[in-house]
């Protein structure tokens, strides 16, 4: 059976493709068949999905990005209006299918959301669907990634509260730009740890290539879907 991990973060901008690419190419170096999905995506770079490019190009797989993408939009707003926009409304019928495909390709699969954990994909009268409707709909856990710096206390307890609220499993917490001589840094990961009682699997450097942790502890979050 494949294995895998939602990745979702506390808000837009926080380092979700960034990580998934990290993470991806680290399941890659421990030997392991591990592919990238992305539901939906706006703000095609230059007609490209720049976020699925970048992630197979940092786990060095040799793949047509769209392939690995469901709905893609060339305006960079929020997926709902960007769908609205261009006339292309986000199904989760389409999402399933096409993650039921990439599956058959792995052994483990690396999804990532958008926005925050509340991101809106579709806002009709007739039908919503939000962010969390898709992971529940694929039937996977959660990676919260976080800053931090600043706010982070608060932006990643709210996370997970409502992620909690939702019925959604989290497997843990990644810290983005991680300073270890910032104390403010180190009290955030030790208070967001007894806030949410999630454990932070891993703190990143700014402009990582790379980030530590043990192959059992990674493989712990991966589940079978």
Known sequence: MTKGIF??????DVGKTYISGLLVKKMREFGLNCGYYKPVLSGLADGRPGDVDFVLKT????????DFVSFSYEHAVSPHLAARIEGNPVCLDKIKFDFERIK???????TEGAGGIACPFKLEHDEKILLPD???????DILIVAPADLGTINSTFLTAEYAKSCGINIKGIILNNFDENNIMHAD?????????????IAAVKACATDFEIEKDALLSVFEEI
């Not at 786990?59 to 769209?66: G, N, Q, R, V």
């Not at 058959?104 to 690396?110: P, R």
């Not at 898709?134 to 996977?140: D, E, P």
Request: glycine residues 8%; charged residues 20%; negative net charge.
């Open 134 to 140: 898709v992971i529940k709909a694929l039937g996977m």
């Open 188 to 200: 955030n990961r030790c208070s967001i740890e007894n806030l949410t009682g999630i454990k932070v």
């Open 104 to 110: 058959q390709e792995f052994d483990y699969v690396v």
């Open 7 to 12: 990745i979702t973060a506390t808000g837009t």
């Open 59 to 66: 786990a060095k797989t040799d793949a047509d990005p769209f």
